[in-house]
């Protein structure tokens, strides 16, 4: 693989002499504008009308690094530090996946089955940067809302973005799934669990490809088939949720039938999957209406 070109920075002396030198170097036009409008701080509109600002020895020496990895690959949601995740803007770091579009459909199932009730406590396990449970604790003020990782830095994020934009009801537990709230200060049970976990074979050959090559490994696959860590999920829930709670997981875009097949076995009812705007399977569920603790799933 060739290495990508080096973008020196007594090019960048102006906003147009950075564009025009990000465009030469094979950088998208969005791409390149939003690099410089980050480093510079001028708008999109401005960079347009204020196409001679001058630009710093500093800013510009920022830019070529910025620009240079970028054309090596590198997402540009970690070169910025930020991604929207519904409408909000959240802070992501190299710790963390990249939020994606494909995840709204995970909040707007959740929200839809909390609509009924009132003051509900609700768990996301694997919050990464944390866009499904302070999207969820955004939405309903009146909800407690808990969120885990395995990972310190990755909660770390989850928790500034919840300070930054204002998800005062949402808490934080440390640790791999279920293990997380054994020595935290959480509700015996909870009226939903959502997880988007790693769900991507490890033989998966996009592993390999674009983005994912500088997602960290542990969010995207369980080194497995796929399947474990959905498995570990729902074999676990129905000590911790409430009768009459819902499961609903993210899961991969052929694994719809596999994730119903667990959820079935496992004692839940009105198992669904919902697709996403690409009509493939993405998330799956299921209610546990089993009130006798005696009768809750053994599954393991």
């Known amino acids: 693989m060739s290495s990508a070109p080096v973008i020196s920075p007594e090019t960048l002396a102006r906003v147009a002499d950075a564009l025009a030198a990000l465009a030469r170097a094979g950088l998208p036009a969005l791409e390149a504008r939003m690099l410089v409008s980050h480093v510079t701080g001028l708008s999109r509109v401005q960079l347009i009308t204020q196409d001679t600002y001058g630009i710093d020895e500093a800013a510009r020496a920022q830019i070529s690094d910025l620009a240079t990895r970028r054309l090596a690959g590198e997402p540009m949601a970690y070169l910025l530090g930020e991604r929207e995740f519904f409408g909000r803007t959240f802070k992501v770091t190299p710790a963390v996946l990249i939020p994606r579009p494909d995840t709204e459909l995970l909040v707007e199932q959740v929200l839809?089955?909390?609509?009924?009730?009132?003051?509900?406590?609700?768990?996301?396990?694997?919050?990464?940067?944390?866009?499904?449970?302070?999207?969820?604790?955004?939405?309903?003020?009146?909800?407690?809302?808990?969120a885990t990782d395995a990972s310190a830095d990755a909660l770390a994020v989850a928790m500034e973005n919840a300070q930054t934009l204002g998800a005062a009801n949402l808490h934080a537990a440390l640790g791999d799934w279920y293990g997380a709230l054994a020595e935290a200060d959480v509700p015996p049970v909870f009226d939903l669990i959502?997880?988007?976990?790693?769900y991507i074979a490890a033989a998966d050959a996009h592993l390999g490809q674009g983005d994912l090559r500088f997602e960290p490994a542990s969010a995207l696959t369980d080194h497995d088939d796929g399947l474990r860590?959905?498995?570990?999920?729902?074999?676990?829930?129905?000590?911790?949720?409430?009768?009459?709670?819902?499961?609903?997981?993210e899961h991969g875009y052929d694994q719809g039938e596999a994730v119903r097949a667990?959820?079935?076995?496992?004692?839940?009812?009105?198992?669904?999957?919902?697709?996403?705007?690409?009509?493939?399977?993405?998330?799956?569920?299921?209610?546990?209406?089993?009130?006798?603790?005696g009768e809750r799933s053994s599954l393991k």
């Open 112 to 146: 839809d089955r909390l609509e009924e009730r009132d003051a509900p406590t609700v768990l996301d396990m694997g919050t990464g940067s944390g866009i499904i449970a302070i999207t969820i604790a955004l939405a309903r003020p009146d909800a407690r809302v808990w």
């Open 194 to 198: 959502a997880s988007n976990p790693p």
């Open 229 to 249: 860590h959905l498995r570990s999920i729902v074999a676990g829930a129905s000590a911790r949720l409430a009768a009459g709670g819902w499961l609903l997981l």
């Open 262 to 293: 667990l959820l079935a076995n496992a004692g839940f009812a009105d198992v669904f999957t919902a697709q996403d705007l690409a009509g493939n399977d993405r998330c799956s569920g299921g209610q546990w209406l089993v009130q006798n603790a």
